[in-house]
């Protein structure tokens, strides 16, 4: 009787806890370890619903991936991924060209200027703003155009006036972003003269 009790006992919990280890988006287990022992990026789904075709879907996804970074924690293990960073860049590039179409999705560009705006807030470093600049080499001409469009909402400028402010409050993140505006300016004079000549 007493071999009969012990073993049902013992495995059951240890299989509910890894279970439910596995199965929580925000469990350690569930980033640094898979089946194959890969390490994963826990934001790989959301961000691609983000991205995709689906507007309500999307939508829907960049509510919850603004809930699911509420500190310095999360914030810092989202950013730690380049590809996430590329990704919400590439959704806010897309969102800035569409201003003035029937493509356009007005709550999905302000979520993710927000976004962007608390990462660049909590990242102290030069990384993530020059992640930015890396994935969208045009940024500073997308704000541009947010602030001229009469179309764009307030709420969307004050989130990109946000934006702005987080970026520049990194010294120097603002001399390297200049310096490599500079540079791109002066070889695009250069090979407008070149051709021309």
């Known amino acids: 009787m007493d071999d009969e009790g012990p073993p049902p006992k013992g495995p059951p919990p240890k299989k509910r806890r890894a279970t439910t280890q596995l199965n929580d988006p925000l469990s350690k287990r569930s980033k640094s370890s898979s089946a194959i022992g890969e390490v994963s990026n826990e934001f790989d789904e959301i961000m691609s619903r983000i991205k995709g075709p689906d507007k309500e879907l999307a939508l829907k996804s960049a509510r919850k991936l603004k809930s699911l970074l509420p500190n310095a924690s999360r914030i810092g293990a989202f950013v730690t991924n380049r590809k996430n960073l590329e990704d ?47 994935a969208s080499r045009g940024f500073l001409d997308q704000a541009v155009r947010i602030f001229e469009s009469t179309i764009s909402n307030i709420e969307i400028r004050i989130s990109m006036c946000r934006l702005i402010g987080n970026l520049c409050s990194n010294k120097e993140l603002v001399t390297n972003w200049l310096s490599i505006n500079e540079r791109e300016h002066r070889d695009a004079v250069s090979s407008h003269f070149s051709v021309s000549g």
Do not use: P, W
């Open 88 to 134: 919400l860049v590439t959704v806010f590039s897309r969102e800035t060209s569409l201003l003035g179409t029937s493509m356009y999705q007005e709550e999905l560009h302000k979520f993710s200027i927000s976004i962007l705006a608390n990462c660049c807030f909590t990242d102290k470093t030069t990384s993530t703003g020059m992640q930015i600049r890396k």
